[in-house]
């Protein structure tokens, strides 16, 4: 990918960066361990953005 990437697709790494975390500690205890992990999360090397 180009150093010198465009704002906007930019923007679009960055939001999906952070929507690849994992779930916050304080949503598991206050759920009882009912929700553990994101069932979104995306690995870098199976499956690649559209961005």
């Given amino acids: 990918m180009s ?3 465009h704002l906007a697709r930019k923007l679009r790494l960055a939001k999906a960066g952070k ?3 994992s779930l916050p500690v304080w949503v ?3 759920t009882l361990r009912k929700y553990t992990s994101n069932p979104r999360r995306r690995n870098w090397r199976t499956s ?3 961005a």
């Fill in 28 to 30: 598991v205890v206050k």
């Fill in 48 to 50: 690649k953005l559209k």
């Fill in 19 to 21: 929507s690849n975390e």
């Fill in 3 to 5: 150093r010198h990437k």
